[in-house]
């Protein structure tokens, strides 16, 4: 093995350790050791899904159709939480951090990094676990494409990446940035496709709801889950370029804040 090799593999190794002790330092910081400590990281994103289930359910709420109200709540909510959370959590999440700085290994793309992974894995774990236990006491059915399913959940996981990193790069150079994320992150979820599809919508505003790359990764994924119950709308090479190029703009933003970053 040649010496280029040699230091590529020497990098990713530190880089690999790195974000692995920054993951177990974040889950510490925000979830402490008391309680259920960790476990808050899926129990949190499972609190937020059931409290909407229920509530549809016990109302007896009706969202246009014959789909079950668990499976619909399940595959909107869920999403939802997969894409938004994590520019909440990159956004100002350098300067907590400043005097990790001082640590040459130490990155502004590790410390979004480590938050983005753990956004998603405790988004993920909630709808699995919550996927399965429905599935097991009969409130809805297994998705039908389990495929169609990852697929969707990847693009959306896509999506919230190179989103986060753009919000939390651009959050360093003002802080307008933070505090628009959050009023934009909620008028942004009744249009993600969190609570319809796209198909009960009149045609002259379905063109317009297909510009936000999300909606596509939700209806995907619902028709991996719902099949030929429903008739979705999605462009997957729409959402992919989409997706690529707020991640090339997240990037170059990060390598632009990565060069001013001053430990304190």
Same mark, same amino acid.
């Given at each position: ?62 969202? =246009? ?26 956004? =100002? ?66 999506? =919230? ?104």
């Amino acid at each position: 093995m040649d010496s280029a090799n040699l230091s590529l593999k020497r990098s990713f190794q530190i880089q690999v350790r790195v974000v692995g002790a920054l993951l177990m330092r974040e889950i510490i910081t925000r979830y402490g050791r008391h309680n259920i400590g960790f476990l808050w990281l899926f129990v949190e994103p499972m609190m937020f899904t059931l409290g909407v289930t229920g509530l549809w359910s016990l109302a007896g709420a009706s969202h =246009g159709s014959a789909l079950p109200i668990a499976a619909f709540a399940l595959t909107g909510y869920s999403s939802v939480l997969l894409w938004r959370n994590m520019p909440g959590r990159c956004s =100002g999440a350098i300067q907590p951090n400043l005097a990790l700085m001082y640590h040459r290994h130490v990155k502004v793309i590790d410390i979004y990094a480590s938050r983005i992974l753990l956004e998603i894995a405790g988004t993920t774990a909630s709808f699995i676990l919550l996927g399965v236990v429905f599935t097991s006491i009969g409130l809805i059915k297994p998705p039908e494409d389990i495929l169609k399913v990852i697929f969707g959940w990847f693009m959306l996981a896509w999506f =919230g990446v190179s989103l986060a990193l753009l919000v939390g790069a651009l959050s360093e150079r003002t802080e307008v940035i933070e505090k628009l994320w959050h009023p934009v992150s909620y008028l942004l979820f009744p249009l993600s496709g969190a609570v319809f599809m796209v198909d009960w919508l009149p045609s002259s505003s379905q063109s317009f709801i297909l510009l936000l790359p999300m909606v596509h990764g939700v209806e995907i994924l619902r028709e991996g889950y719902f099949g030929s119950a429903v008739h979705a709308h999605y462009d997957m090479a729409y959402m992919a370029i989409s997706n690529l190029l707020l991640l090339t703009l997240g990037i170059s933003q990060v390598r632009v804040i990565s060069r001013t970053v001053i430990p304190e």
